[in-house]
């Protein structure tokens, strides 16, 4: 059967992961798999219709899975990692020194075997935040734990109290892939909501931003296919922050090659 150009593209969107559900929402026990809001509306509002994809695992001993990542990433024709938790260090080869909050080495997993699976399929990739962080572990690199903590910069990542509204500074790298998206020698100001960052850079990638302190603020890898990880939340670069980088243009590009490999 050849291609339908007109149906609508349909997206992954990995889940969070929360196995300690508070008891007012009453799921005693229960592991729960969500999103926010944000990513889903924004895709939407573009047309495109986006698919919450459950964690993968043909090891339990209760309903077992019988599809795989592999299953997903034929039947969709792009994937979304989103944010949250920090990446189990095990995978780069680390201790835990000075991670925050809890990790989950089954979501880790789940989500590099989705990678691998889009990747190996042709079909598109786009990381946010902890997405970015996850392409490059699964490539091979590795992260700063923490980014005062291994006294990579004295700026602020993450503040708390601001969350979304804390803003910085980055420098796009000229002639690179993310120039040719928001036009050539381009400074922007995004949100930043991280407090790890890229150490060792996985291979195959390059770095297409900058923030002025140097972390990295956006990768690539240089194979065919699309996979491209941003540091900061697109999704929350809406109509309140107009001084912000343009969001869209990252999702459009995105879409461009999920359509590209859909009609090919």
């Known amino acids: 059967m ?16 929360l196995r300690e559900v508070p008891v007012e929402l009453g799921f ?5 798999q969500f999103l926010e ?25 209760w309903h077992p899975a019988t599809v795989s990542a592999d299953d997903y990433a034929q039947a969709l024709d792009g994937l979304i990692l989103q944010g949250g938790a920090d990446i189990d260090p095990a995978f780069y080869g680390e201790p ?32 946010i935040c902890r997405g970015m962080q996850l392409i490059n572990v699964a490539c091979g690199g590795s992260l700063f734990q923490d ?30 892939w ?19 960052g890229v150490r060792r850079l996985g291979e195959g990638l390059v770095v297409e931003a900058w923030s002025d302190d140097g972390v990295v603020e956006a990768l690539r890898h240089e194979g065919d296919g699309f996979i491209v990880g941003v540091q900061w939340h697109p999704e929350f670069h809406d ?26």
């Open 239 to 264: 109509q309140r922050y107009p001084g912000l980088l343009p969001a869209d243009p990252l999702m459009h590009a995105f879409f461009a090659a999920a359509r590209a490999r859909r009609d090919r």
């Open 178 to 196: 993310l120039s040719r998206v928001y036009g050539e020698d381009v400074r922007g100001q995004v949100n930043s909501i991280h407090h790890q």
């Open 96 to 127: 835990i020194t000075h991670a925050r909050g809890r990790i989950d080495a089954e979501r880790d997993r789940f989500e590099m075997a989705l990678l691998r699976a889009f990747a190996a399929a042709g079909k598109p990739v786009f990381g």
């Open 2 to 17: 050849s291609p339908d150009p007109h149906r609508k593209l349909l997206i992954g969107l990995s889940p969070r992961l």
């Open 147 to 176: 980014l005062h903590e291994d006294a990579v910069t004295r700026d602020a990542h993450h503040v708390v109290d601001l969350y979304d509204e804390h803003l910085h500074e980055i420098r796009i790298v000229p002639g690179g």
């Open 28 to 32: 005693r026990g229960k592991t729960l």
């Open 37 to 61: 809001q944000s990513v889903p509306h924004w895709v939407m509002s573009m047309g495109v219709m986006i698919v919450l994809v459950p964690t993968v695992e043909p090891g339990r001993a």
